[in-house]
């Protein structure tokens, strides 16, 4: 369920910038649904984004309760081998009941396809009301393939829609691997899909506009902009949140050269009604169509969003501080390791720190703090290498600080099993809002524990932070899916 804060200044008149398509004027207008929420909820801040791009905080039934989608890619649909499968838990007043988790494959009716060996049907990647009938859907993404299953007062169904690829326009992008996000970058109330697209000419950034057609996929209206040509960027992903705090998302466009200098770069796309304005510089990091985990949310509370990206392979976090043209002018952006001071841990090759990324209030201070997943970390026993590890960084007036940090393993107290060789905790994190008292859960997705069968756990949240104490597990045959195979736990949305 969406909860913005539109204002007035929020959809001020500006120009188009590479815009393609519908006119914002022959936009489909936004339902009676989303009027009434946007009406009910103008007041309202912006709240953290978790887990996978999109969705301020996934609502697939509309019942006010955040809910949980959980992947698990090689899981066996009846005799059929790693066709992979996907979970949705639904919140309540008193938590995530992931117990009674709806189960969803490719043979599920109203799912498009039909499930293949091998296929590996993935991944939950983000969230969001595309169709604008006020429960958000779902986004199954992989490489170049793009599927929406769609909310409903029964949650998700399997009812769902397949992407197209291209033909949006006369100039045709294509969506492309490497990098998406779901958010409104219009301000219209409805959730638009950003990827990195092609237009048969050049690369560049393409909006499809909500609400999506729920039959052929295609959009109420097409922005695209080619950044390689007006902006000299090889584009290599994007990350869709509100960093200019107007209550409308902008676009993050990173790349992995700009052209003419060979270095790489990017920069801000501030959403508006009638298109983007290019904004201030991102500060990285940047890569070229790799998976980089990405999170929104307000780490010093000054009103404005920030965005934490993971970079595995370099070990690293970076934090962009949001501001009125995208990136804030007094906070400069900031790498942090497991070598930097107050950082618990080790810094050594291949920890894969960053692997994931969520943000969020643990400790009810009022500021959002910072949870890496380091999926590859090696545990207390150097043989346990891959066991996996999370680490809690606080936000504070200042930003990010590494006072107070936390850091928790299989081998932490009261957190189920221990830390065993490639068991990957860590590989994914997620948090949830666990009730109507403000309070938050955690969850860890460790896709290789048990044999790379999956599982996620449960770490609950209080005025001292994160604790292990209570902490409870669960895996893919709990919430009744297949007893074999899985990687349950690889992703997560919510």
């Not at 899981?75 to 008193?94: E, L, N, P």
């Not at 990957?424 to 969850?443: I, N």
Request: hydrophobic share 35%; proline share 4%.
């Amino acid at each position: 369920m969406r909860r913005r804060a539109l204002t007035a200044a929020a959809v001020c008149a500006a120009a188009i910038v590479g815009t393609t398509g519908l006119a914002p004027a022959a936009l489909a207008a936004p339902t009676a649904d989303v009027q009434k929420k946007q009406s009910n909820q103008s007041q309202q801040a912006k709240p953290e984004r978790q887990g996978a791009q999109g969705g301020d905080k996934a609502d697939f039934n509309g019942d006010g309760f955040q809910d949980l989608a959980i992947g698990a890619h090689t899981a066996a649909v009846g005799d059929i081998k790693r066709a992979g499968v996907v979970t949705v838990a639904y919140g309540s007043a008193t938590g995530l009941k992931y117990e009674t988790a709806g189960i969803l494959s490719q043979a599920t009716p109203g799912v498009p396809g039909e499930p293949v060996a091998d296929a590996k049907w993935r991944e939950v990647s983000a969230a969001g009301d595309l169709d604008g009938d006020g429960y958000d859907d779902l986004v199954v993404h992989w490489v170049e393939k793009n599927m929406v299953l769609w909310g409903s007062k029964d949650g998700i169904t399997g009812e769902g829609t397949t992407l197209p690829r291209g033909d949006y326009t006369s100039a045709s992008p294509k969506l492309l691997g490497g990098g998406m996000g779901v958010g409104d970058v219009n301000g219209d109330g409805v959730d638009d899909y950003v990827s990195r697209a092609a237009d048969g000419r050049s690369y560049g950034v393409t909006a499809l506009l909500g609400p999506l057609n729920r039959t052929t996929g295609k959009p109420a209206g097409v922005w695209h902009r080619a950044v390689d040509k007006e902006d000299k960027l090889v584009i290599g992903t994007v990350y869709v949140g509100d960093l200019t705090g107007d209550g409308i998302d902008d676009v993050v466009a990173s790349g992995g050269v700009v052209l003419g200098n060979g270095k790489p770069g990017g920069f801000v796309l501030k959403g508006s009604a009638d298109g983007w304005v290019k904004g201030g510089e991102f500060g990285g990091p940047y890569d070229h169509e790799n998976y980089l985990p990405s999170a929104f949310g307000d780490l010093n509370k000054d009103g404005y969003q920030d965005l934490v990206t993971g970079y595995p392979e370099q070990n690293k976090v970076y934090v962009t501080y949001g501001g009125k043209d995208g990136v804030s002018t007094t906070l400069k952006s900031r790498a942090y390791t497991q070598a930097s001071a107050g950082v618990p841990g080790v810094e050594e090759a291949g920890d894969k720190f960053g692997s994931a990324v969520a943000v969020g209030d643990t400790d009810r201070d009022g500021y959002a703090d910072l949870i890496v997943g380091a999926s590859y970390e090696t545990g207390s026993d150097p043989a346990a290498t891959g066991s996996g590890a999370i680490t809690v960084l606080r936000g504070s007036a200042d930003g990010i600080t590494t006072t107070g940090a936390a850091s928790f393993t299989q081998n932490s107290r009261g957190i189920p099993s221990t830390s065993e060789k490639d068991d990957h905790f860590g590989a994914s994190v997620a948090l949830v809002d666990s009730g109507t008292d403000g309070a938050r859960e955690l969850y860890v997705g460790g896709n290789g524990e048990d044999g790379f069968k999956g599982r996620v756990w449960k770490l609950a949240t209080g005025t001292s932070g994160v604790t292990g104490e209570g902490a409870t597990s669960f895996h893919l045959g709990t919430v009744g899916g297949p007893a074999t195979g899985g990687n349950f736990g690889y992703r997560m949305a919510g």
